[in-house]
């Protein structure tokens, strides 16, 4: 598989609280993933650095010999216990408090790939030159398009599109959302955090991805949110499904 990364502080911020990682293995199985952090003063950057890193070791201890079936548990079990980590320190230190972060955790192998994920930080498929959102976001707006009370257009224009309804390290008891979808060589995997989301259309994203050559695509992404006018921090991290040897 490959990789391309990028991220940018954007137009608005003092600081880049966005964070990702990514670590191929050999074979078929790739992990990364994506931190978009809240909170004030250096909190919300702090969050996603020690989200990225708790989670990255987890990775890192434990991937290479997880079996087969096991990956649910792995993404739910290793932001579980970041998320705990992130809540302790939060009350152990006042500066820190109300830290939390956004997280897109992916584990791919098998033809499959998996996602748990918490906040409005997105997973896409890029299938056939059609992309399609795979996260469902934890947002107020998204509560209110799934009740029926919004529309998803109305939801692109509300003025509280940016309040999520669940983070890593806010709480105890926050759970991730486990998501999987199969994936075929020369699809695509998209990671992003809101700042690309929010300011670029779907089908702005599509066009950028079938028009691009790989090792472009995350540049090309940011570029033209920064262009667009995006105030808040970019990331965007894409996985190219590639064919698997006999």
Request: a negative charge; proline letters at 3%.
């Amino acid at each position: 598989m490959r990789i391309t990364a990028k991220t940018d502080i954007g137009n608005g911020r003092a600081e880049n609280q966005d964070n990702y990682r990514a670590l191929q293995y050999p074979g078929d199985l790739t992990w990364a993933v994506v931190c978009d952090g809240m909170g004030g003063a250096k909190s919300g950057q702090t969050a996603s650095r020690i989200g990225v890193e708790l989670l990255r070791d987890a990775a890192e201890k434990q991937l290479e010999t997880l079996p087969e079936k096991q990956e649910k548990e792995f993404l739910l079990a290793s932001i579980q216990g970041a998320n705990r980590k992130i809540y302790e320190q939060s009350l152990a230190d006042p500066a820190m408090s109300g830290m939390g972060t956004t997280v897109v955790q992916a584990v791919v192998r098998g033809g499959v790939a998996h996602f748990a994920h918490m906040g409005d930080s997105r997973a896409y498929l890029f299938h056939h030159d059609q992309l399609q959102q795979i996260t469902r976001d934890h947002s107020y707006v998204q509560e209110m398009v799934d009740s029926g009370k919004l529309s998803a257009e109305e939801a692109e224009r509300h003025p509280k599109k940016n309040l999520i309804t669940r983070a890593m390290g806010v709480s105890a008891a926050a759970l991730a959302e486990y998501t999987a979808c199969p994936v075929k060589a020369g699809d695509i995997l998209l990671i992003c955090t809101d700042g690309l989301s929010n300011t670029l259309p779907l089908q702005t994203m599509q066009e950028i991805l079938r028009k691009t050559q790989f090792f472009d695509m995350a540049d090309r992404l940011v570029e033209q949110a920064l262009q667009e006018g995006a105030q808040d921090n970019i990331t965007a991290l894409l996985i190219g499904i590639e064919p698997t040897e006999a």
